[in-house]
């Protein structure tokens, strides 16, 4: 394979040379053109036109000759004849190769067969590619390709590069949608002194002007709440996270993130956000409000109302309406019983309290199963710290984790804003490292901050969800890979 590679290279250059002896040079400078999907929009016959692309299919035919050229909006046939260009200009076009970036210009033309085409007058060599582009991508071993090559992807499949521009699309309007609900977009530091608003491992780094080490932030979480105090009542920020843990289909160390802060609100102004921001994505971006998600092509529904139902009720419904009254070996023997039913791979070994099990439980057997935009409410305390407790129920803190398609998109709380209480759920949390308590972010809340709705979506699973993807690698440009 490496020495065919070389064959071909070898081939280009000899095809580059040939070209700089006939006066085309390989590498070219600005060309003023047209967008080919904005000239097939406004196509009239014989309409002059200048076009520029990349070349991903060359038929010669002698007299006659038909490239296909692609600029990234559009596909379109250029037609190459010997009586319409220079004896130089249709001469030099054979030394053209798959991959090759050229200008043309000519006239708009329809073939017999319907075909919209642009009989070249005269072309301009932009940039001679040297390596031989593929054909497809298919199979497991092309598909790492894919990601570790991902501009030769996005060069020869149409579907990346649609998927892309959706995503960009997606985050623009996400900011927009924000905006016009008077939210402010605001940016807080990635570097941090220590990691806070998650329960995950950082990535380490070292200030040289300071000389004391830092973090990459896990979380924009707690600077965001410090805005709130600071009179600011409305926060969006849409930036990246970073946590040096495990990669899988729905884990990339670095992540997109947009955590939104509403003074005044609660955990009910967070899901209505959810209820009005997705229908507006799909309205204005996807086109429609179904979606076919994943190999199974499972159909989720984003029109709201949205299913609302307590970590609880979801236990019970499955495990029994008096599971939370046994003891803790009958629910170990119950829950191993159920994981044989279903074939389900339930990590019991180490678990030792009820609190563990059921989560696990929760986590393994029944999450999975809900496909559509679910709102999960009233879960344990001990799992979210940062949340305010539930009136009714102190062992339970008034959140929701929304669930599409059995995966976690988001949590939304009620925010903790005592600082007396705040700062006992971080000293649990914390056990004997105290040190990782965030004392200013205690002292802002003893400043006095309002009372709050907060939440954070993964935008990178938001996009997954919305496109029917369902690996994260499929919706991140250039996502961590081992070393090749």
Same mark, same amino acid.
């Given at each position: 394979m490496a020495q065919e590679t070389n064959e071909y290279r070898e081939q280009r250059l000899q095809s580059m040379k040939t070209l700089k002896e006939m006066g085309y040079e390989p590498y070219g400078c600005k060309y003023d053109h047209e967008d080919l999907v904005k000239v097939r929009a406004a196509f009239e016959e014989n309409k002059a036109v200048r076009v520029a692309g990349r070349l991903l299919m060359i038929r010669r035919?002698?007299?006659? &000759?038909?490239?296909?050229?692609?600029?990234?909006?559009?596909? $379109? #046939? @250029? +037609? $190459?004849?010997?009586?319409?260009?220079?004896?130089?200009?249709?001469?030099?076009?054979? #030394?053209? !190769?798959l991959g090759d970036i050229i200008g043309a210009e000519g006239t708009l033309f329809t073939t017999q067969k319907g075909e919209k085409s642009l009989i070249v007058k005269e072309w301009t060599m932009l940039a001679k590619a040297l390596e031989q582009p593929p054909e497809k991508f298919h199979g497991l071993a092309d598909e790492e390709a894919c990601y570790r090559r991902r501009y030769v992807d996005l060069m020869t499949n149409d579907e990346t590069r649609a998927r892309?521009?959706?995503?960009?699309?997606?985050?623009?309007? +996400?900011r927009k949608y924000l905006w016009f609900k008077g939210f402010t977009e605001v940016e807080t530091p990635i570097l941090q002194n220590q990691a806070g608003g998650a329960a995950a491992k950082p990535f380490f780094s070292h200030f040289n002007a300071l000389d004391q080490d830092c973090v990459m932030r896990i979380a924009p979480e707690l600077y965001l709440k410090r805005l709130l105090v600071g009179g600011m009542n409305k926060v969006f920020e849409l930036g990246k996270d970073f946590r040096n843990e495990g990669i899988d289909r729905t884990h990339n160390p670095e992540f997109t993130v947009c955590e939104i802060y509403e003074a005044y609100g609660d955990r009910t102004s967070m899901e209505a956000i959810m209820e009005g921001l997705l229908p507006h994505l799909c309205d204005t971006v996807i086109g429609k409000r179904e979606i076919e998600?994943?190999?199974?092509?499972?159909? +989720? !529904?984003? !029109?709201?109302?949205?299913?609302?139902?307590?970590?609880?009720?979801? *236990?019970?419904e499955l495990m029994g309406d008096d599971w939370f009254e046994l003891d803790f070996a009958t629910q170990l023997e119950k829950a191993k019983v159920k994981g044989k039913e279903t074939d389900t791979n339930l990590e019991l070994d180490g678990v030792t309290t009820e609190l563990m099990l059921t989560h696990e439980v929760y986590d393994k057997l029944i999450e999975k199963n809900l496909m559509q935009p679910t709102f999960v409410t009233r879960l344990p305390h001990e799992f979210v710290p940062l949340a305010k407790t539930c009136k009714d129920d102190p062992s339970l803190?008034?959140?929701?984790?929304?669930? *599409?398609?059995?995966?976690?998109?988001?949590?939304?709380?009620?925010?903790? !804003?005592?600082? @007396?209480? #705040?700062?006992?759920?971080?000293? &649990? #949390?914390?056990?004997?490292?105290t040190e990782k308590i965030d004392e200013d972010f205690i002292s802002a809340l003893e400043c006095g901050m309002p009372p709050t709705g907060g939440l954070g979506f993964g935008v990178d699973r938001l996009v997954m969800f919305l496109t029917g993807c369902d690996s994260i690698r499929d919706v991140v440009l250039f996502p961590q890979l081992k070393k090749a």
């Open positions: 035919m002698g007299k006659m &000759n038909f490239c296909t050229m692609n600029d990234g909006t559009a596909r $379109f #046939q @250029l +037609i $190459f004849k010997r009586d319409e260009l220079s004896e130089t200009a249709f001469a030099a076009f054979k #030394q053209l !190769n892309f521009f959706t995503r960009s699309k997606l985050l623009a309007e +996400i998600y994943g190999e199974s092509k499972t159909v +989720i !529904n984003f !029109n709201p109302p949205y299913r609302r139902v307590e970590y609880k009720t979801l *236990v019970k803190v008034d959140v929701f984790e929304f669930v *599409v398609a059995g995966r976690e998109l988001c949590p939304g709380y009620t925010e903790q !804003n005592d600082p @007396l209480e #705040q700062r006992k759920a971080l000293e &649990n #949390q914390a056990g004997e490292d």
